[in-house]
T-cell receptor, first 115, second 114 residues
Framework: EPEVTQTPSHQVTQMGQEVILRCVPI?????FYWYRQILGQKVEFLVS????????KSEIFDDQFSVERPDGSNFTLKIRSTKLEDSAMYFC?????????????FGPGTRLLVL | AQSVTQLGSHVSVSEGALVLLRCNYSSSVPPYLFWYVQYPNQGLQLLLK??????LVKGINGFEAEFKKSETSFHLTKPSAHMSDAAEYFC????????????FGKGTHLIIQP
């Protein structure tokens, strides 16, 4: 069964460094999402992406963050100048259609630790 | 704005007992509701979803959920718990046009006692 994959599974970085989290969505999907979950808190929507541009973004997704589809298979989340509070699990998701009822398929996540 | 509340961060049941995980939502429009499960070191997997039509929704692994508009609830149940059901369960609501993403509850960790 097709699945969303994410690399790395764990990332440790120093405060102020830049990190890039990578995702490979399901191959025929067109809509991509990033979510994050700070330890002990809710899974929170960050951004949605379609046709090489951002569709929607939450208030969390400020200028520190950016997303890109650098090629036909990868979808990346870049976090510039990381802060301690960026430590979280980051989930990538994809869906085949843009509709409220459409199922989003999630990857296993990347656990980011900022020291 | 939509929100989801899951009562109980941890729920413990005996193997073979009824599983009941509670989810209440608030939404300004008719909601679309989802339950996801996360097993250790895996991604979120869809258990079931309610969009329109029948309010009792059946999902994978013997789980089902009932949408009750009057109670703004979408509780998840399973008649008989199995050890393999131990996982984190997330309730989510979709209110926007799909691009807005899902709004999740905090999750409930289900523990199965032998």
């Amino acid at each position: 069964e097709p699945e969303v994959t994410q690399t790395p599974s764990h990332q440790v970085t120093q405060m102020g460094q830049e990190v890039i989290l990578r995702c490979v969505p399901i191959s025929n999907h067109l809509y991509f999402y990033w979510y994050r979950q700070i330890l002990g808190q809710k899974v929170e929507f960050l951004v949605s992406f379609y046709n090489n541009e951002i569709s929607e973004k939450s208030e969390i997704f400020d200028d520190q963050f950016s997303v890109e589809r650098p090629d036909g298979s990868n979808f990346t989340l870049k976090i510039r100048s990381t802060k301690l509070e960026d430590s979280a699990m980051y989930f990538c998701a994809s869906s085949g259609r843009l509709a409220r009822q459409e199922t989003q398929y999630f990857g296993p996540g990347t656990r980011l630790l900022v020291l | 704005a939509q929100s989801v509340t899951q009562l109980g961060s941890h729920v413990s049941v005996s193997e073979g007992a009824l599983v009941l995980l509670r989810c209440n939502y608030s939404s300004s429009v008719p909601p679309y509701l989802f339950w996801y499960v996360q097993y250790p070191n895996q991604g979120l997997q869809l258990l079931l979803k309610y969009t329109t039509g029948a309010t009792l929704v059946k999902g994978i692994n013997g789980f089902e959920a009932e949408f009750k508009k009057s109670e703004t609830s979408f509780h998840l149940t399973k008649p008989s718990a199995h050890m393999s059901d131990a996982a984190e369960y997330f309730c989510a609501v979709s209110e926007g046009g799909g691009a807005d993403g899902l709004t999740f509850g905090k999750g409930t960790h289900l523990i199965i006692q032998p």
